[in-house]
């Protein structure tokens, strides 16, 4: 009997999870809890036995798709021409945000809670600030450019992604291409200063 409840319990579990993946790649994020239970055929109490905050559903969820974007992050850094990892680079992450409006915005949040999930964010973010170092270095990227750009370009690709997903899903692209030329360092007129890593924090963990 106690062998069948476990089985229960994982069977449940699944659910949730399956539920909530369908969910926050139709609706986003936003989705409540209740709906995710719902979807899954669960009560609340259910699903909040297994995920007691919104923060642990969402890294279960995108777990595999945030390893996926280190990944491609790394093997971007690896090209020996730094330029072209850089450009492959955001061409990839974009691409990764384009396919799942839920992940297209998880790349623009933080889940400080849910260190395994962080950690993966930040394996991402030392190969490419690395990335950047040896583009500007080679004298192809421009020398303003500060790793923490790259959360604020997927901020404005998410807004692009949401707009334009049912209408011309890869709108995206051309954004991604301007922002590429205007980063060549043959463009070298002044810019604004970036956000402070404070306020980017603060804005990626908003609700």
């Known amino acids: 009997m106690q062998a069948g409840r476990r089985a229960d319990a994982v069977r449940n579990r699944e659910r949730v999870v399956d539920a909530a993946a369908r969910a926050f790649a139709e609706v986003g994020l936003d989705v409540s809890m209740n709906e995710v239970a719902r979807r899954a055929g669960v009560g609340i109490a259910t699903t909040l036995r297994n995920f007691p905050t919104r923060d642990e559903l ?17 093997a971007a850094a690896a090209l020996p021409d730094a330029w072209e990892g850089f450009r492959q680079c955001l061409l990839d992450v974009c691409e990764l945000q384009a396919g ?45 450019f500060v790793p923490s750009d790259l959360p604020v370009l997927l901020m404005a690709n998410a807004g692009i992604i949401a707009r334009t997903i049912d209408q011309g899903p890869q709108a995206w692209r051309r954004h991604v291409g301007y922002f590429l030329q205007a980063l060549s360092a043959e463009h070298t007129e002044l810019l604004p200063p970036p956000m402070s890593s404070r306020k980017l924090f603060l804005a990626m963990t908003q609700p």
Not at 60 to 70: E, G, L, N, S
Not at 125 to 144: I, N
């Open 58 to 74: 969402v890294a279960t969820v995108f777990i595999d798709r945030m390893r996926r974007y280190a990944d491609v992050t790394e």
């Open 100 to 144: 799942d409006r839920g992940f297209s915005q998880v790349l623009v949040g933080s889940f400080p809670t849910v260190e395994d999930f962080e950690a993966e964010r930040s394996r991402a973010y030392r190969s490419f600030s690395a990335l950047v170092r040896r583009a500007q270095a080679e004298g192809r990227l421009r020398a303003d």
